[in-house]
């Protein structure tokens, strides 16, 4: 079945830098490619997502790159706030179900 | 309107009790999650809902676990003769679509058993 590894699994980084979390994916159907920002006590909230007819997208601070040949994609976070401070987990699906990886623990330091 | 909700926020049952866990999804949304995350970890799917069809249940751990949909809103997770590695966050997601589309999320039940 479908494996997605996710690196680093924690980062800090300064106000103002870039963060770059990095997943690989294992299953070549894949086709769709979420990412979420959970906040203690919360549940995961949808930040941006790409499907694989498209390389890269971008919404504000927040872009996400897809290389299917290599099956991996990113998540750039540029300008960094003390309010991205969460965990992050990508996803990859290419039927019904979220795989989703073993998450990211962003600190940004003001 | 409102997003995804889940009841209990907490609930904590001991070793060998039945226990409900309650989804009411976003109005209109067709399909319906059910994902179950342990500390530290990603959440982990259990089953899927189109409609009131069950169209996936390859997550479920065993067959101490069973979810319902009766009329296509609202589910029920329910969860017999509760173990103690059955403690973790349920979380319930719907989504417009019928698959691949944005998942969105409730806040979670955080089931302890003791």
């Known amino acids: 079945g479908e494996n997605v590894e996710q690196h680093p699994s924690t980062l800090s980084v300064q106000e103002g830098d870039s963060a770059v979390i990095k997943c690989t994916y294992s299953?070549?159907?894949?086709?769709?490619f979420p990412w979420y920002k959970q906040e203690l006590g919360k549940g995961p909230q949808l930040i941006i997502d790409?499907?694989?007819?498209?390389g890269e997208k971008k919404d504000q601070r927040i872009a996400v790159t897809l290389n299917k040949t290599a099956k991996h994609f990113s998540l750039h976070i540029t300008e960094t706030q003390p309010e991205d401070s969460a965990v992050y987990f990508c996803a990859a699906s290419s039927t019904d179900k979220l795989i989703f990886g073993t998450g990211t623990r962003l600190q940004v330091f003001p | 309107g409102a997003g995804v909700s889940q009841s209990p926020r907490y609930k904590v049952a001991k070793r060998g009790q039945d226990v409900a866990l309650r989804c009411d999804p976003i109005?209109?949304?067709?399909?319906l999650f059910w994902y179950q995350q342990a500390l530290g970890q990603g959440p982990e799917f259990l089953t899927y809902f189109q409609n009131e069809a069950q169209l996936d249940k390859s997550g479920l751990p065993s067959d101490r676990f069973f979810a319902e949909r009766p009329e296509g809103s609202v589910s029920t997770l329910k969860i017999q003769r509760t173990q103690q590695e059955d403690s973790a966050v349920y979380l319930c997601?719907?989504?417009?679509?019928?698959?691949?589309?944005?998942?969105?999320f409730g806040q979670g039940t955080r089931l302890t058993v003791v």
């Open positions: 109005s209109g949304h067709v399909s």
């Open positions: 790409i499907r694989s007819n498209v």
């Open positions: 299953d070549s159907a894949s086709n769709y």
């Open positions: 997601a719907s989504s417009p679509g019928n698959m691949n589309t944005e998942a969105f």
